[in-house]
């Protein structure tokens, strides 16, 4: 039996969150497909494996409902989550602003103007003064980000509201913006919020970074490798020693060259993730802040 792994968001109008979570439950129970999936007012947000004929009907009744949804379908299968949860939330990517947020038939309303890679391309191309800025948190640009990129100050799409609000960016307001994050979702939501505070020329990738690797690997403005959430932890583009490839990732301890993310073993009472090589993790298995203490 071969598996697979289908990934895929939609911002569409949901009058009844409740009623699309029992049926999304029962559609994913009944072909025994496993993963998450978060459904709000806004739309949908999931990641589930299972066989891949399970995987075909999924999409085929979906976009049904969720028309003109799609699907990134990769290698993997129902192994690769524990159990299926399907949950109503206030938002489907979680920056506190459940009432910003504005979605019609067509998607999200107001947010920035959508770049296919090449687009990205051309308008640094065309322009010195555009500006990258992660959507992502800080942890995850730190093996990988758009050259030159913005890394703001955040743990969580939760402490973005903050960082727009601090002053820090004004200096961005009137020059052109490209937000971007790992598949597009988070900068769906970014994006009209970078709007309503002033941002007055704010751009997103489609497909983000994935989509932008995909077309340039090593070759384009991005530099380094892609955090992403499942047990990889990352993932690079280009073969292994590409010589194109840009090392951003080093160990806190040492500085050797990493991508390694480990979490910090004063748990508990310490939740970062930080960046080692395998000697030091074997010899002093916390992250730098816990070290010096
Ligand atoms: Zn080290
Ligand atoms: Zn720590």
Not at 13 to 24: K, N, T
Not at 39 to 60: E, F, L, M, P, Q
Not at 268 to 282: F, I, M, T, V, W
């Amino acid at each position: 039996m071969t598996g697979k792994i289908l990934l895929y968001y939609k911002f569409q109008p949901i009058a009844d969150p409740e009623a699309v979570r029992l049926w999304q439950r029962d559609l994913c129970e009944g072909l025994g497909l496993t993963g998450r999936i978060l459904i709000s007012k806004h739309g949908i947000n999931g990641t589930v494996g299972g066989d891949i004929d399970a995987c075909k009907a999924y999409a085929r009744k979906t976009k049904e409902y969720f028309r003109g949804i799609e699907f990134k379908w990769s290698e993997g299968s129902a192994a690769d989550f524990p159990k299926l949860s399907v949950k109503a939330r206030e938002e489907i990517v979680a920056f506190g602003a459940p009432d910003e947020l504005q979605v019609d038939d067509k998607g999200v309303v107001g947010g920035g103007t959508h770049l296919t890679p090449e687009q990205v391309n051309e308008l640094v191309a065309n322009n010195p003064d555009v500006v990258f800025f992660d959507g992502r948190n800080a942890r995850e640009a730190e093996i990988g980000k758009f050259k030159n990129a913005v890394v703001p100050d955040v743990e969580t799409t939760h402490d973005f509201i903050r960082e727009l609000e601090s002053g820090k960016y004004d200096w961005m307001k009137d020059k052109p913006v490209i937000a971007y994050c790992t598949g597009g979702i988070r900068c769906e939501v970014l994006t009209p919020l970078m709007k309503n505070r002033g941002f007055e020329e704010v751009y997103q990738i489609d497909g983000g970074i994935v989509r932008y690797g995909e077309k340039y690997g090593n070759q384009g403005l991005w530099e380094g490798s892609l955090y992403v959430f499942d047990k990889r932890m990352h993932t690079e583009f280009g073969a292994p020693g590409d010589p194109n490839f840009v090392q951003l990732g080093h160990c806190v301890h040492c500085g050797e060259a990493t991508n390694d993310f480990y979490n910090c073993a004063n748990e508990p009472e310490c939740r970062h993730q930080y960046l080692s090589c395998a000697a030091c993790r074997e010899a002093n298995p916390v992250c730098g802040e816990c070290a010096q203490k």
